[in-house]
């Protein structure tokens, strides 16, 4: 039996201790783990609350991160509540794993404190392992401060665990700007949370002696495309039990999620399309620019990045003239790929709003709210020009020349 | 002389592993292509034979991969001495034992890798290679005779 721990109704934590609180709750029973920065205090804690008794789980230290989820795997199958997490090489490190995981069916809580790619080497946060990942057939929720990061790995259990998904989960959230940064942040109970979360039902679990079942089956030609295909349609249709889960959540915190939040959009000439704190920075400069300048601006959010919300991004945008989409992850010699899928949604509308790309704060450079600002006056620009008068693509906080690529032929 | 479905159940072999199945489509397939060993309960199927069991389609003893074999061991029952060596080095499985009684090869799942024979301490050899082709009565009458030691 788990000793009690003292939980105020307002604590102030940062993103990671807040993740650590959540996989607490939620009485994970193994976390399988491999520490690095800015990661490591979510697993750390896990130990710490294992080794002093707070909850009844096994903490497994392991060698690297590939060795992380592949424990992660073997302690899903055989049935348990299991979560870790990771940043940044380690990320890229358990890719592999990544997709054993998904493919499988596991129902896996992967912490992500999204931070830089090397080389060369930084810890700061930006979304090069986020975007690592978005091929790799898990769920991917995005926490904008240590709130959501605690309320979004909640979430992620009970999305992950329902028999009509079991599909692995990540909660991202921004290496250092959320996760060592210290907010009120306001807990359920213990109580309260577990009954949220639910008792974890296995499937297809290896400790079952009277159904024994091989788990990383090989399938060559005639079969692997079945099963990737099968495996995309539960993706696609987690879409409505996420809005479910998000729908419960908020009708016992009063704090509502949307796989796509919009801000200030109802009459919005201009937007800022951005994932991560970047949403904040950009809210407030919406708001202060309307303010200031009488600029129609709005935000929107992706919330939910895997399954990709296509429709609801093209519903929340389709009305706007002009469109900044905001890449945190170096491009790699394209356009950044969260711009490529906002303008194939964007492609759909009547309107086709002029869609721009701006690749920023890579390597955890500071996004100012000026900046935001300034992208909002040049969308403005775009507008009633009625085509887009800059490159489109760009580099913002960068210091040296203007760095931009392609002019449209739409004016 | 080994009877070639010595210990086997209706299900064994039945199918050739590429091609055996319906190829059915993405809705129907195993769910995370986690595949189940056995058909209904299996609760205690370790206490049972194997050929008792019911293997479902996916388990492997139910597909045959005879036809990777170029060369089979074969066993000469008249001169092993039931050590077991062959029955706990078979990386498939292969070795028919019964009670600790050697009993053949499963000829279905043997894929000819010969270790069965590398490991058979008895002199002549209770396991040796033919060619797939050649029947198991003429492999056995030009079984080797026992090797003499060697006089200084």
């Known amino acids: ?411 | 002389m080994q009877d070639i479905n010595l210990l086997a159940n209706d299900n064994r072999g039945k199918s050739q592993l590429e091609g055996g199945f319906d190829l059915l489509g993405w809705d129907e397939v195993q769910q995370g292509s986690v595949l189940p060993s056995f058909d209904g309960d299996a609760t205690g199927i370790a206490n049972m034979k194997s050929e008792e069991r019911s293997y479902s389609g996916f388990n492997s003893y139910t597909a045959t991969v005879a036809s990777w074999r170029v060369q089979k061991p074969v066993f000469n029952i008249d001169v092993c001495i039931d050590c077991q060596n062959c029955w706990v080095w078979c990386p498939d499985s292969s070795i028919l034992s019964r009670d600790k009684q050697m009993l053949g090869i499963d000829y279905d799942h043997c894929k000819g890798c010969e270790v069965c024979v590398e490991v058979c301490p008895t002199n002549p050899k209770s396991l040796l290679m033919f060619n797939e082709n050649d029947d198991i009565e003429t492999a056995l009458s030009q079984w080797p005779e026992k090797k003499k030691k060697e006089t200084k």
Not at chain 1, 2 to 24: I, T
Not at chain 1, 116 to 136: E, F, I, K, T
Not at chain 1, 188 to 198: H, I, P
Not at chain 1, 260 to 276: F, H, N, T
Request: aromatic share 10%; proline share 4%.
């Open chain 1, 1 to 411: 039996m788990a000793v009690k721990y003292d939980l105020n109704e307002r604590e102030v934590w940062d993103g990671n201790f807040a993740a650590s609180q959540a996989l607490r709750q939620a009485q994970v029973d193994v976390v399988v783990a491999y520490p690095i920065t800015p990661s490591t205090p979510i697993v750390e804690n896990y130990g710490s609350y294992v080794g002093n008794g707070y909850i009844d789980g096994e903490f497994v230290m392991v060698e690297s991160e590939h060795a992380a989820m592949s424990g992660c795997i073997g302690a899903s199958a055989s049935g348990g509540r299991v979560s870790t997490a990771t940043s940044s090489q380690g990320f890229a490190l358990m890719a592999e794993v990544l997709y054993q995981a998904s493919g499988m069916r596991l129902p896996i809580v992967l912490n992500v404190v999204n931070r830089a790619l090397a080389s060369p080497l930084n810890v700061r946060g930006d979304h090069a392992d986020m975007y690592l990942g978005r091929d790799s057939g898990w769920i991917q929720m995005g926490a904008f401060n240590a709130q959501e990061a605690y309320d979004l790995a909640l979430c992620a259990f009970k999305v992950a665990e329902n028999h009509d998904v079991r599909l692995p989960v990540m909660v991202h959230q921004d290496g250092f700007i959320t996760s060592h940064t210290a907010q009120n942040c306001y807990p359920l109970t213990d109580e309260a949370a577990y009954k949220f979360v639910g008792d974890i039902v296995p499937v297809d679990d290896m400790l079952d002696f009277s159904r024994p079942v091989t788990y990383g089956a090989q399938t060559e030609e005639d079969w692997h495309f079945e099963h990737k295909a099968k495996q995309h349609k539960a993706l696609m249709d987690s879409r409505p039990i996420i809005d479910e889960v998000y729908a419960e959540f908020a009708k016992l915190t009063g704090r509502e999620y949307k796989r796509v939040e919009s801000y200030l959009m109802e009459d919005a000439d201009v937007a800022i399309v951005a994932l991560g704190t970047t949403v904040e920075t950009a809210r407030f400069a919406a708001e202060e620019l309307r303010k200031e300048t009488g600029i129609k601006a709005g935000v929107v959010a992706i919330r939910c990045f895997r399954p990709f919300p296509f429709d609801d991004v093209r519903d929340a945008l389709e009305n706007v003239k002009a469109v900044a989409v905001t890449d945190r992850s170096s491009p790699g010699g394209a356009m950044g790929a969260f711009y490529n899928e906002v303008s194939a949604a964007l492609y759909t509308t009547v309107n086709r709003p002029l869609v721009t790309n701006f690749i920023y704060g890579l390597g955890g450079r500071d996004f100012s709210i000026d900046e935001a600002k300034r992208i909002f006056t040049e969308q403005q620009a775009h507008a009633d020009a009625g085509h887009i008068t800059t490159d489109i693509q760009q580099f913002s906080g960068l210091r040296g020349p203007h760095l931009g690529y392609f002019k449209t032929k739409r004016g």
